[in-house]
């Protein structure tokens, strides 16, 4: 017999086809197109008119650079502006959210007209800023209700012009805040808290919880990421969005007493026409808010 010679035959090296995406990536394509042009696009816009001098869309544009930011740091007006809206904050939201929270855990727990309630907490939410601005000018006026009301119980020595009286205006325009804010959140609270499992809160009265304590060691630890969502959202609302309130009340006044960052934002556009400190004010109001969201989310994750 011959002698056999054994051939291996090496198989090719298997060819790794590339990885497509999937098609229903494309898409996104709109969404992202449009969040460019809208968000994007804007805010890099807010940059560049913070470097201009510029008093709108009929007159020339000069480059300035960094000159808008320098007159912002240095106008009076632009310090009392930045304390009122971290004065603002500071007392709306850690006095918003508890108390929300509260609300719509006794919501949760379905009492009787419960479905009322909801209606009537979440309706202030649903008033526009005009109608709302209207009601509390007729509420706080020197003969307004307000004033009628601390007469009729005989605290007439404290009434004043809430409104005009600069002790007073930035309060107002908070309580205002307030008002239109926990009752709107309280349903929203209510809402999370019902798929809160229900053999929790029942161990719970077992083991002879008290209510306080079934709210905030047992509840509150399992939405506490929801808590923090809308607490980050009720900052925004209230850092960005005071202006047209504001603007219908008290225009910023008495002097610069109700003056926030978002007021002062629409006062130097469309009242002064110096779009350049305007949109340099956006930047800084931009920056405040970032910084702020940071700080809300690591004092609720220090909690943990």
Sequence with gaps: MGRHETVTATAPAPVKAKRRPPA???????????YAFFTIGPL????????????????????????????????????????????QVLIVIPIMMPLAFMLGYYLNTKPRGYRVLSVLFFTPGLISISIKGTMFYGVLSPNGG??????????????????????TALGSIMAIDLWSGIGFTAVLFASRLSSVDTEVLEAADLDGAGTFRKMWRITYPIIKDYFGTLTMLQFLWTLFTSAALILILT?????????????????????????????????LLLLLGIIGMVLIRRILRSQA
């Design 44 to 87: 890099l816009g807010m940059f560049a008119i913070a470097t201009l001098s510029w008093k709108g869309l009929i007159y020339p544009a000069t480059f300035t650079g960094l000159d808008n930011f320098a007159r912002v740091l240095t106008d009076p007006t632009f310090h009392d502006a930045l304390r009122n809206s971290i004065v």
């Design 146 to 167: 307000f004033n009628g009301l601390l007469e009729g119980i005989g605290l007439g020595g404290i009434t004043t012009a809430w409104l005009a009286n600069p002790a």
């Design 24 to 34: 229903i990536l494309w898409l996104t394509t709109p969404s992202l197109a449009w």
């Design 251 to 283: 225009k910023g006044g008495p002097g610069t007493s109700t003056t926030t960052l978002s007021f002062l934002v629409y006062q130097k556009a469309f009242s002064q026409q110096d779009l350049g400190y305007s949109q340099a004010v956006g930047v």
